[in-house]
């Protein structure tokens, strides 16, 4: 059991303001995993303040990004050195499978710590224009303090997508972990230290929903950075819409696969079902929904129900589970209670519904089909966070599929799958979402935007685009004559 009691706090570590703590509870074992002190507003001011006194008088800024992505660089080598411990970690907090742990949770926050060291060699920051009227030095400078939110499902992940950015943009950060994973967001605290990130450039804070709002509201902090619910992210925008204060949101989805008349399904299932129940279903960007023309629908569900009944479901640390449980309790009644709202509505259980047998302890709920799906269900439109997908059948060709895909208010991710990469292509630009597949098995690539349409987001993270969220353009219009050395 990893015990902290300290908050890292401008670099430090320093003792709470509070008495209260934080218990870290394994979801596989339900036996306490990690505790740390709970962060109060008043360590948040403190984690603020030393944040703005680092943007505005320290080093940090004015660094050149190359020299501040050798810290990037460092902490990438050294989540990299201990890939296994921390996988391990990450699944003690919140219940991802081990194998996937690996690769997901942990070898790809390297993967974008590595991404934003060699943007920061080739980005224009700075770029001299020929204007309209003369020349104009076109600038991108750090926005500054950043307050950086994270949740519990990636929690590596979402630190890393939004600290690479914003430290090589040469902001400031105060981050606040999810409750449920505060253990491997310290980590990375100790391993940014270990990285000679300089005092003042980051604290870590975890805390609640008010304390996280207190740090939102931060007159201090200059932009906030939000990964989480879509309800969440409404509230936050708006709070940051009345200070004018800069945000971007990563929200929820409910990812819409459509499988084309002409797809072959030995080719697909592999590598769309691991995109529809990855992490236990605990994804962004699961492809939960089921597209299937009406004529091949039942031998959709047989593939479907054939894979997962396959699927190992068990303790996360085993390597060879594919499901793990989830993340608390709570998160298991939410989805219980969805599997229970499907069947009121009239959806069928094909497969699972219930707490898989032989596991007495942990959260754990059985990979689930749905059939006989209306889109117009809950089930098919709100986000379940769980190991729970909808078969939807289609009639009326592709036109009718993307239909299907784009009722629903959210756009973050989704899927196309035929023997026809021309006709994929067409359904691709025709779904309202700000990512998607076309007859391939990742989802995000670290070099290009990510993000969602509607009420999936605003902003894209990753790529330039993602640099850009931690950037304010300024342009210094020049004297004829006179071009600056950049
Ligand atoms: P959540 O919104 O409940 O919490 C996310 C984080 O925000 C936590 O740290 C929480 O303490 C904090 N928080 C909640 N309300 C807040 C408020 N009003 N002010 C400040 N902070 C607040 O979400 P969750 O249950 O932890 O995470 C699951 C959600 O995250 C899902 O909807 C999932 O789709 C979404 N998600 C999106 C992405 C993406 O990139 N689009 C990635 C991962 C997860």
């Not at 030095?137 to 914003?166: Q, Y």
């Not at 797809?263 to 299937?292: D, F, H, K």
């Amino acid at each position: 059991m990893k015990v902290y009691d300290r908050l890292f706090i401008g670099g430090e570590w320093r003792a709470p303001a509070g008495t209260g703590t934080i218990d870290v509870v394994n979801p596989a074992t339900e036996e306490p995993a990690g505790r740390v002190p709970e962060a109060t507003e008043a360590d948040i001011d403190r984690a603020v303040e030393a944040a703005r006194t680092a943007f505005d008088e320290g080093p940090w800024p004015k660094m050149a990004p190359t020299e501040r992505a050798e810290i990037l660089t460092k902490v990438s080598q050294a989540v990299q050195a201990e890939m296994g411990e921390l996988a391990v970690l990450i699944s003690t907090e919140m219940g991802s499978p081990v194998s996937w742990a690996t690769l997901g949770q942990v070898f790809a926050p390297s993967m974008i710590f590595d991404y934003y060291a060699g943007l920061a060699g080739t980005y224009p920051f700075d770029e001299v224009r020929q204007g309209v009227m003369g020349q104009v030095l076109v600038t991108g400078e750090p926005v500054g303090v950043v307050g950086a939110i994270a949740p519990w499902n990636v929690p590596l992940f979402v630190s890393a997508a939004k600290l690479s950015p914003a430290l090589v943009a040469g902001c400031t950060v105060v981050l606040k972990p999810a409750p449920e994973t505060p253990l491997d967001a310290f980590r990375l605290a100790e391993l940014f230290t270990d990285s000679g990130l300089p005092k003042g450039v980051l604290s870590v804070v975890p805390a609640g929903r008010e304390v996280g709002e207190h740090l939102v509201r931060h007159p201090a902090v200059d932009k906030v950075s939000f990964t989480g619910s879509t309800v969440a992210g409404k509230k936050i925008g708006a709070i940051c819409g009345e200070q004018l204060k800069r945000f971007s949101l990563e929200l929820g989805g409910k990812s819409a696969a459509i499988i084309l008349d002409d797809a072959n399904l030995e080719e697909t299932l592999p590598m769309l079902l691991p995109n529809s129940l990855m992490n236990n279903g605990e994804a962004c960007v699961a492809q939960t929904r089921i597209l299937a023309p009406r004529d091949r629908y039942q031998e959709v569900v047989d593939a479907l129900s054939e894979r997962m009944s396959a699927m190992k479901v068990g303790d996360p640390l085993d390597p060879e589970t594919e499901v793990g449980p989830l993340v608390a309790a709570r998160q298991r009644e939410r989805v219980e209670g969805y599997i229970k709202i499907g069947q009121e509505e009239g959806a069928k259980v094909a497969l699972g519904g219930g707490r898989p047998s032989g596991q007495p302890k942990g959260w754990y709920v059985e990979p689930t089909l749905f059939v006989d799906v209306d889109n117009s269900m809950r089930i098919a439109q709100e986000e379940i966070f769980g190991p729970v997908l909808a078969v939807i059948a289609y009639d009326g060709g592709d036109d009718q599929a993307v239909a299907v895909a784009n009722d629903s208010s959210y756009g973050l991710c989704g899927s196309v799958w035929t023997s026809d990469p021309d006709r994929g292509l067409e359904v691709a630009r025709r779904v309202r979402t700000g990512t998607y597949m076309l007859n391939a098995p990742i989802p995000i690539d670290f070099a290009t935007p990510f993000g969602g349409f509607k009420e999936s987001g605003m902003g894209r993270e990753f790529g330039p685009e993602g640099l850009e969220l931690f950037l304010e353009q300024k342009s210094i219009s020049l004297p004829a004559g006179y071009t600056p050395s950049i």
